[in-house]
């Protein structure tokens, strides 16, 4: 056991090194590159080969070159990448598997120390692994809702500014310029993208895609359908900014008439927790055996298991979407 636990000690030792030599790492120029190359390998992977353009992408998964040609040949690698750029989190999709890898082998290596049984230490090792996933999920969560709220505020400066008498990609950099953030970045970068030379409609489809919101979809699908057949731009606009923000007032109120389910929800989760470090706290004595015996590890592991899934079901129960 001891020999293990060496042996853990040093390959988290190592990995904890190389994160952190990653993290100090600096690429600024070489993001900027590989943001406005996304545009066109977007376009490609649509099958649009209007655009005459064949440009090889080097696009670093990882500053470890042996990490980035593995992490190629992963199919996941790339739409984590997108999932990464959701989030708006600057950190390589390398740099996140290693800090994931980490955070699970140190978790398992300490709690193995006090805690020999190896279900508990690998249940709560496993679970560490997730915390930087999850903390990407809640960023993107987090910056996709800010998006969404300030979203018919910006289709309102983009109408006032085509009454003025402006062009419609004029409109897109006075809103890169002066709406607040996600808005600004997400339309700066479409605006960047026609401007180097793509096709307004592909820099607009490139916008669904790293923004995934329906509010998003029909903004895009309103201004193709007017290039082609015609219409007022503006009122468009103002209908779309309209629609949505009755579709956040009905949301609203949703989340009014169910926040007793949720509270609820949330007591349930956090009960069986609650208790199991109450009694630690009251009782060290009584909870002990549950971490002693080696079935003790086992209705753990089951009775975390079993949480997760009521937690999703009271997650499915109270989440209406709207």
């Given at each position: 056991?001891?020999?293990?636990?060496?042996?853990?000690?040093?390959?988290?030792?190592?990995?904890?090194?190389?994160?952190?030599?990653?993290?100090?790492?600096?690429?600024?120029?070489?993001?900027?590159?590989?943001?406005?190359?996304?545009?066109?390998?977007?376009?490609?992977?649509?099958?649009?080969?209007?655009?005459?353009?064949?440009?090889?992408?080097?696009?670093?998964?990882?500053?470890?070159?042996?990490?980035?040609?593995?992490?190629?040949?992963?199919?996941?690698?790339?739409?984590?990448?997108?999932?990464?750029?959701?989030?708006?989190?600057?950190?390589?999709?390398g740099k996140l598997v290693l800090l994931s890898g980490v955070a699970g082998l140190g978790v398992y290596v300490v709690v193995g120390r006090f805690y020999p049984q190896f279900p508990i230490a690998a249940a709560l090792g496993l679970a560490a692994t997730g915390l930087p996933f999850?903390?990407?999920?809640?960023?993107?969560?987090?910056?996709?809702?800010?998006?969404?709220?300030?979203?018919?505020?910006?289709?309102?400066?983009?109408?006032?500014?085509?009454?003025?008498?402006?062009?419609?990609?004029?409109?897109?950099?006075?809103?890169?310029?002066?709406?607040?953030?996600?808005?600004?970045?997400?339309f700066r970068t479409t605006f960047e993208e026609q401007n180097f030379g793509l096709p307004l409609r592909d820099a607009l489809l490139n916008m669904t895609e790293r923004i995934p919101s329906i509010d998003v979809r029909f903004f895009v699908t309103a201004l193709l359908i007017q290039?082609?057949?015609?219409?007022?731009?503006?009122?468009?606009?103002?209908?779309?900014?309209?629609?949505?923000?009755?579709?956040?007032?009905?949301?609203?109120?949703?989340?009014?008439?169910?926040?007793?389910?949720?509270?609820?929800?949330?007591?349930?989760?956090?009960?069986?927790?609650?208790?199991?470090?109450?009694?630690?706290?009251?009782?060290?004595?009584?909870?002990?055996?549950?971490?002693?015996?080696?079935?003790?590890?086992?209705?753990?592991?089951?009775?975390?298991?079993?949480?997760?899934?009521?937690?999703?079901?009271?997650?499915?129960?109270?989440?209406?979407?709207?």
């Amino acid at each position: 056991m001891g020999i293990l636990i060496f042996l853990l000690t040093f390959v988290v030792v190592t990995v904890l090194f190389l994160a952190i030599w990653m993290l100090a790492t600096s690429d600024t120029q070489q993001d900027v590159i590989r943001r406005r190359m996304d545009a066109v390998r977007k376009a490609e992977r649509r099958g649009d080969d209007s655009l005459g353009l064949k440009l090889a992408r080097d696009e670093m998964l990882s500053s470890v070159p042996t990490l980035h040609r593995l992490m190629l040949h992963w199919s996941w690698s790339l739409r984590l990448q997108d999932y990464i750029a959701q989030a708006g989190v600057k950190v390589r999709v390398g740099k996140l598997v290693l800090l994931s890898g980490v955070a699970g082998l140190g978790v398992y290596v300490v709690v193995g120390r006090f805690y020999p049984q190896f279900p508990i230490a690998a249940a709560l090792g496993l679970a560490a692994t997730g915390l930087p996933f999850a903390y990407v999920g809640y960023q993107r969560a987090k910056r996709l809702q800010q998006f969404e709220e300030r979203f018919p505020e910006a289709l309102d400066l983009l109408g006032r500014a085509v009454r003025a008498g402006h062009a419609f990609t004029t409109g897109l950099e006075m809103i890169a310029k002066e709406s607040p953030e996600p808005i600004a970045s997400e339309f700066r970068t479409t605006f960047e993208e026609q401007n180097f030379g793509l096709p307004l409609r592909d820099a607009l489809l490139n916008m669904t895609e790293r923004i995934p919101s329906i509010d998003v979809r029909f903004f895009v699908t309103a201004l193709l359908i007017q290039k082609e057949t015609g219409g007022n731009l503006a009122e468009i606009l103002d209908g779309l900014a309209r629609v949505i923000r009755d579709r956040f007032r009905i949301y609203r109120e949703v989340r009014v008439r169910t926040a007793q389910g949720r509270l609820t929800a949330g007591i349930l989760i956090a009960l069986p927790i609650f208790m199991l470090i109450l009694l630690m706290v009251m009782n060290p004595s009584y909870m002990r055996i549950l971490f002693e015996d080696p079935r003790g590890a086992t209705i753990l592991t089951v009775a975390a298991g079993m949480q997760i899934i009521g937690s999703i079901m009271l997650w499915k129960i109270i989440h209406i979407e709207v």
